[in-house]
Protein backbone atom coordinates (compact mmCIF):
# COMPACT_ATOMS: atom_id res chain seq x y z
CA UNK A 1 0.00 0.00 0.00
CA UNK A 2 3.24 2.67 0.97
CA UNK A 3 4.73 3.98 -1.55
CA UNK A 4 7.89 6.07 -1.05
CA UNK A 5 6.95 9.84 0.69
CA UNK A 6 3.52 8.50 1.39
CA UNK A 7 3.15 10.41 4.35
CA UNK A 8 5.54 13.78 5.31
CA UNK A 9 5.96 13.37 8.58
CA UNK A 10 5.42 16.38 9.48
CA UNK A 11 2.87 15.56 12.66
CA UNK A 12 3.33 15.77 15.78
CA UNK A 13 0.60 13.65 18.25
CA UNK A 14 -0.43 14.53 21.86
CA UNK A 15 -2.80 11.32 22.65
CA UNK A 16 -4.77 12.28 25.80
CA UNK A 17 -6.74 9.87 27.91
CA UNK A 18 -9.53 11.78 29.57
CA UNK A 19 -11.47 10.79 32.43
CA UNK A 20 -9.18 11.73 35.48
CA UNK A 21 -6.65 13.29 32.82
CA UNK A 22 -8.45 16.22 31.10
CA UNK A 23 -11.18 16.41 33.60
CA UNK A 24 -11.45 15.80 37.49
CA UNK A 25 -14.53 13.56 37.16
CA UNK A 26 -15.53 10.47 35.02
CA UNK A 27 -17.56 12.21 32.24
CA UNK A 28 -20.91 10.28 32.50
CA UNK A 29 -21.05 12.36 35.58
CA UNK A 30 -23.75 15.24 33.93
CA UNK A 31 -25.63 12.09 32.61
CA UNK A 32 -26.07 10.82 35.95
CA UNK A 33 -27.49 14.17 37.10
CA UNK A 34 -29.69 14.64 34.37
CA UNK A 35 -30.96 11.57 35.38
CA UNK A 36 -30.94 11.71 38.89
CA UNK A 37 -29.42 8.35 39.20
CA UNK A 38 -26.83 8.01 41.90
CA UNK A 39 -23.57 7.93 40.49
CA UNK A 40 -21.82 5.78 43.48
CA UNK A 41 -24.20 3.25 43.38
CA UNK A 42 -24.14 3.11 39.58
CA UNK A 43 -20.67 2.25 39.57
CA UNK A 44 -20.72 0.09 42.65
CA UNK A 45 -23.22 -1.56 40.61
CA UNK A 46 -20.89 -1.91 37.54
CA UNK A 47 -18.06 -2.92 39.82
CA UNK A 48 -19.94 -5.81 40.94
CA UNK A 49 -20.94 -7.18 37.88
CA UNK A 50 -17.86 -9.57 36.76
CA UNK A 51 -18.65 -11.44 39.94
CA UNK A 52 -22.59 -11.40 39.19
CA UNK A 53 -21.90 -12.64 35.84
CA UNK A 54 -19.27 -15.18 36.54
CA UNK A 55 -22.13 -17.54 38.13
CA UNK A 56 -23.56 -17.96 35.08
CA UNK A 57 -20.25 -18.73 33.40
CA UNK A 58 -20.17 -15.87 31.88
CA UNK A 59 -16.70 -13.33 31.82
CA UNK A 60 -17.54 -9.99 30.79
CA UNK A 61 -14.69 -7.36 30.39
CA UNK A 62 -14.24 -5.56 33.32
CA UNK A 63 -13.44 -1.91 31.56
CA UNK A 64 -16.42 -1.87 29.30
CA UNK A 65 -19.09 -3.57 31.10
CA UNK A 66 -20.27 -0.30 32.55
CA UNK A 67 -21.78 0.13 28.75
CA UNK A 68 -24.06 -2.72 28.70
CA UNK A 69 -25.27 -1.52 32.59
CA UNK A 70 -26.26 1.73 30.82
CA UNK A 71 -28.53 0.08 28.12
CA UNK A 72 -29.88 -1.51 30.85
CA UNK A 73 -31.01 1.43 32.56
CA UNK A 74 -32.56 3.19 29.19
CA UNK A 75 -34.40 -0.40 29.11
CA UNK A 76 -35.24 0.21 32.51
CA UNK A 77 -37.20 3.57 32.11
CA UNK A 78 -34.31 4.83 34.13
CA UNK A 79 -32.84 6.95 31.56
CA UNK A 80 -36.20 7.02 29.31
CA UNK A 81 -35.09 8.63 25.81
CA UNK A 82 -31.33 8.81 26.18
CA UNK A 83 -30.29 8.94 22.63
CA UNK A 84 -26.76 10.04 21.13
CA UNK A 85 -27.78 13.80 20.36
CA UNK A 86 -28.69 13.82 24.08
CA UNK A 87 -25.25 12.56 25.06
CA UNK A 88 -23.33 15.09 23.12
CA UNK A 89 -25.71 17.83 24.36
CA UNK A 90 -24.66 16.86 28.24
CA UNK A 91 -20.79 16.40 26.95
CA UNK A 92 -21.19 20.74 27.15
CA UNK A 93 -21.68 20.39 31.06
CA UNK A 94 -18.55 18.53 31.35
CA UNK A 95 -15.77 19.87 33.84
CA UNK A 96 -12.41 19.85 33.36
CA UNK A 97 -9.08 20.66 34.81
CA UNK A 98 -7.45 23.97 35.20
CA UNK A 99 -6.09 25.37 31.66
CA UNK A 100 -8.26 23.26 29.64
CA UNK A 101 -8.85 24.35 26.75
CA UNK A 102 -6.41 26.94 26.60
CA UNK A 103 -3.48 24.79 26.93
CA UNK A 104 -4.83 23.99 22.73
CA UNK A 105 -3.83 27.04 22.26
CA UNK A 106 -0.47 27.56 23.84
CA UNK A 107 0.81 24.05 22.30
CA UNK A 108 -0.29 25.59 18.92
CA UNK A 109 1.62 28.72 19.27
CA UNK A 110 5.08 26.66 19.52
CA UNK A 111 4.43 25.54 16.03
CA UNK A 112 4.08 29.45 14.78
CA UNK A 113 7.82 29.82 15.68
CA UNK A 114 10.35 30.13 13.14
CA UNK A 115 11.44 27.38 11.63
CA UNK A 116 8.64 25.28 12.29
CA UNK A 117 5.75 27.28 10.25
CA UNK A 118 8.49 27.09 6.91
CA UNK A 119 8.89 23.67 7.90
CA UNK A 120 5.25 23.01 7.58
CA UNK A 121 5.31 21.34 10.68
CA UNK A 122 1.92 20.65 12.66
CA UNK A 123 0.78 19.50 16.03
CA UNK A 124 -2.51 17.21 16.28
CA UNK A 125 -4.77 16.22 19.23
CA UNK A 126 -6.09 12.96 19.90
CA UNK A 127 -8.24 11.60 22.83
CA UNK A 128 -8.19 7.69 23.15
CA UNK A 129 -10.51 6.84 26.17
CA UNK A 130 -12.45 3.95 27.25
CA UNK A 131 -15.25 6.31 27.76
CA UNK A 132 -18.06 7.82 25.57
CA UNK A 133 -17.25 9.39 22.18
CA UNK A 134 -20.58 11.67 21.98
CA UNK A 135 -20.18 12.91 25.04
CA UNK A 136 -16.38 14.30 24.09
CA UNK A 137 -17.70 15.46 20.50
CA UNK A 138 -20.07 17.59 23.02
CA UNK A 139 -17.08 18.76 25.29
CA UNK A 140 -15.25 22.23 25.07
CA UNK A 141 -11.97 20.38 23.59
CA UNK A 142 -13.94 19.15 20.77
CA UNK A 143 -12.87 21.62 18.38
CA UNK A 144 -9.53 21.02 19.29
CA UNK A 145 -9.32 17.36 18.15
CA UNK A 146 -7.93 15.41 15.13
CA UNK A 147 -9.75 12.19 16.35
CA UNK A 148 -11.53 10.50 19.08
CA UNK A 149 -11.22 6.97 19.61
CA UNK A 150 -14.11 6.11 22.15
CA UNK A 151 -17.14 4.04 23.35
CA UNK A 152 -19.90 4.57 20.91
CA UNK A 153 -23.72 3.21 20.78
CA UNK A 154 -26.71 2.56 17.73
CA UNK A 155 -29.98 3.51 18.59
CA UNK A 156 -32.27 0.90 16.07
CA UNK A 157 -30.36 -1.48 14.99
CA UNK A 158 -30.79 -2.89 11.53
CA UNK A 159 -33.41 -5.50 11.53
CA UNK A 160 -32.67 -8.76 8.70
CA UNK A 161 -33.23 -7.78 5.53
CA UNK A 162 -33.01 -4.29 5.90
CA UNK A 163 -32.71 -1.60 2.56
CA UNK A 164 -29.18 -1.09 2.53
CA UNK A 165 -29.83 2.00 0.89
CA UNK A 166 -31.74 3.49 4.08
CA UNK A 167 -30.26 5.38 6.80
CA UNK A 168 -30.41 4.40 10.53
CA UNK A 169 -33.52 5.16 12.04
CA UNK A 170 -32.93 7.79 15.33
CA UNK A 171 -33.95 6.51 18.97
CA UNK A 172 -32.80 5.45 22.45
CA UNK A 173 -29.35 3.88 22.76
CA UNK A 174 -30.22 -0.02 22.54
CA UNK A 175 -26.85 -1.69 20.82
CA UNK A 176 -22.63 -0.75 22.07
CA UNK A 177 -21.44 0.05 18.32
CA UNK A 178 -18.13 -0.63 19.43
CA UNK A 179 -15.76 -0.21 22.61
CA UNK A 180 -12.25 0.29 23.68
CA UNK A 181 -10.81 -0.97 26.96
CA UNK A 182 -7.43 0.04 28.70
CA UNK A 183 -5.42 -2.71 26.20
CA UNK A 184 -7.09 -1.81 22.67
CA UNK A 185 -6.56 1.41 23.57
CA UNK A 186 -3.28 0.18 21.57
CA UNK A 187 -4.77 -0.27 18.83
CA UNK A 188 -5.88 3.60 18.35
CA UNK A 189 -2.56 4.34 19.04
CA UNK A 190 -1.54 2.18 15.78
CA UNK A 191 -4.36 3.42 13.73
CA UNK A 192 -3.37 7.32 14.46
CA UNK A 193 0.99 5.93 13.65
CA UNK A 194 -0.78 4.64 10.08
CA UNK A 195 -2.79 7.32 9.00
CA UNK A 196 -5.70 4.90 9.15
CA UNK A 197 -7.86 8.07 10.24
CA UNK A 198 -6.85 9.89 6.98
CA UNK A 199 -6.74 7.24 4.07
CA UNK A 200 -10.21 6.44 3.41
CA UNK A 201 -10.57 2.38 3.16
CA UNK A 202 -7.05 2.24 5.27
CA UNK A 203 -6.53 -0.44 7.95
CA UNK A 204 -4.51 -0.75 10.75
CA UNK A 205 -3.06 -4.12 9.69
CA UNK A 206 -2.18 -2.96 6.56
CA UNK A 207 1.33 -2.88 5.71
CA UNK A 208 3.11 0.37 6.24
CA UNK A 209 6.91 0.36 6.48
CA UNK A 210 7.81 2.26 9.97
CA UNK A 211 9.58 4.90 8.11
CA UNK A 212 6.75 5.74 6.24
CA UNK A 213 4.09 5.72 8.87
CA UNK A 214 2.24 9.09 8.76
CA UNK A 215 2.96 9.72 12.99
CA UNK A 216 6.17 8.16 13.58
CA UNK A 217 6.02 7.05 17.58
CA UNK A 218 9.07 9.21 18.30
CA UNK A 219 6.79 12.09 17.40
CA UNK A 220 3.88 10.92 19.69
CA UNK A 221 3.01 12.43 23.30
CA UNK A 222 0.87 10.05 25.67
CA UNK A 223 -0.62 11.99 28.75
CA UNK A 224 -2.85 9.76 31.04
CA UNK A 225 -3.67 9.39 34.77
CA UNK A 226 -2.64 5.80 35.98
CA UNK A 227 -1.71 2.34 36.11
CA UNK A 228 -4.25 1.22 33.91
CA UNK A 229 -2.50 3.00 30.80
CA UNK A 230 0.50 1.21 31.40
CA UNK A 231 0.37 -0.72 28.04
CA UNK A 232 -0.38 2.44 25.84
CA UNK A 233 2.37 4.00 27.99
CA UNK A 234 4.59 1.05 27.08
CA UNK A 235 4.20 0.96 23.39
CA UNK A 236 4.65 4.96 22.98
CA UNK A 237 8.02 4.85 25.41
CA UNK A 238 9.24 1.16 23.20
CA UNK A 239 8.94 3.09 19.84
CA UNK A 240 10.97 6.46 20.93
CA UNK A 241 7.62 8.12 22.16
CA UNK A 242 7.27 9.97 25.32
CA UNK A 243 4.62 9.31 28.12
CA UNK A 244 3.67 11.65 30.70
CA UNK A 245 1.50 10.62 33.62
CA UNK A 246 -0.99 13.10 35.66
CA UNK A 247 -2.90 13.37 38.94
CA UNK A 248 -4.89 15.33 40.77
CA UNK A 249 -2.91 18.08 42.78
CA UNK A 250 -5.20 16.90 46.14
CA UNK A 251 -4.78 13.62 45.75
CA UNK A 252 -2.05 11.91 47.67
CA UNK A 253 -3.19 8.41 46.55
CA UNK A 254 -2.94 10.05 42.84
CA UNK A 255 0.39 11.02 43.70
CA UNK A 256 1.81 7.83 44.86
CA UNK A 257 0.48 6.03 41.93
CA UNK A 258 2.34 8.17 39.22
CA UNK A 259 5.45 8.20 41.34
CA UNK A 260 5.58 4.92 41.34
CA UNK A 261 5.01 5.04 37.42
CA UNK A 262 7.80 7.06 37.14
CA UNK A 263 10.61 5.40 39.56
CA UNK A 264 9.54 1.33 37.15
CA UNK A 265 9.98 3.76 34.21
CA UNK A 266 6.75 3.56 33.02
CA UNK A 267 6.42 7.14 32.41
CA UNK A 268 9.45 9.75 31.06
CA UNK A 269 7.30 12.29 34.07
CA UNK A 270 4.72 13.57 35.95
CA UNK A 271 3.01 16.53 36.95
CA UNK A 272 -0.58 17.27 38.37
CA UNK A 273 -3.14 18.26 36.60
CA UNK A 274 -2.94 21.51 36.40
CA UNK A 275 -2.18 23.02 33.05
CA UNK A 276 -2.28 26.73 33.23
CA UNK A 277 0.16 28.59 31.55
CA UNK A 278 3.77 28.31 33.73
CA UNK A 279 2.62 25.04 35.32
CA UNK A 280 4.86 22.23 35.13
CA UNK A 281 2.63 20.41 32.72
CA UNK A 282 2.56 23.26 30.66
CA UNK A 283 5.69 24.07 30.66
CA UNK A 284 6.78 19.97 30.35
CA UNK A 285 4.47 19.72 26.84
CA UNK A 286 5.95 22.98 25.59
CA UNK A 287 9.47 22.27 25.92
CA UNK A 288 8.81 18.86 24.53
CA UNK A 289 6.49 19.90 21.36
CA UNK A 290 9.06 22.39 20.78
CA UNK A 291 11.89 19.43 21.01
CA UNK A 292 10.44 17.30 18.91
CA UNK A 293 9.86 20.04 16.07
CA UNK A 294 13.07 20.87 16.36
CA UNK A 295 14.11 17.42 15.62
CA UNK A 296 12.62 17.16 12.60
CA UNK A 297 13.74 19.88 11.03
CA UNK A 298 17.35 18.83 12.52
CA UNK A 299 16.80 15.60 10.43
CA UNK A 300 15.56 17.08 7.59
CA UNK A 301 18.75 19.53 7.58
CA UNK A 302 21.09 16.05 8.13
CA UNK A 303 18.66 13.91 5.33
CA UNK A 304 19.72 17.12 2.81
CA UNK A 305 23.00 17.11 3.04
CA UNK A 306 23.41 13.58 2.94
CA UNK A 307 21.65 13.19 -0.44
CA UNK A 308 22.69 16.62 -1.91
CA UNK A 309 26.52 16.82 -3.07
CA UNK A 310 28.51 20.19 -2.96
CA UNK A 311 29.17 21.69 -6.70
CA UNK A 312 32.30 22.60 -8.17
CA UNK A 313 34.00 25.63 -6.42
CA UNK A 314 37.15 28.34 -7.17
CA UNK A 315 40.21 27.15 -6.28
CA UNK A 316 41.86 30.43 -4.64
CA UNK A 317 45.90 30.15 -3.77
Known sequence: MAEKGLFLQNVIAIIWDFDKTLSPQYMQAPLFREYDIDEQAFWREVQALPGYYARAGIRVQYDTCYLGHLLSYVQAGRMPGLNNAKLRELGKQIELFPGIPDIFE???????EEP?????????????????AEMIKGSAIARHLSGIWASEFIETPAQPGFDLSSAPL???????AGFLD?????????????????IPGSTVNDMIPEEERRVPMRNMIYVADGPSDIPSFSVIRKHGGLAYAVYEESSEEQFAQVVHLSETSRVDDYGGADYTAGSKTDRWLRLQVKRIAQRIMDDRKSALGRRVSSGPAHITE
Open 106 to 112: RLKRVME
Open 116 to 132: FVEGDLRLEHYVVSTGL
Open 170 to 176: QGAISQI
Open 182 to 198: NTTKTRAIFEINKGVNK
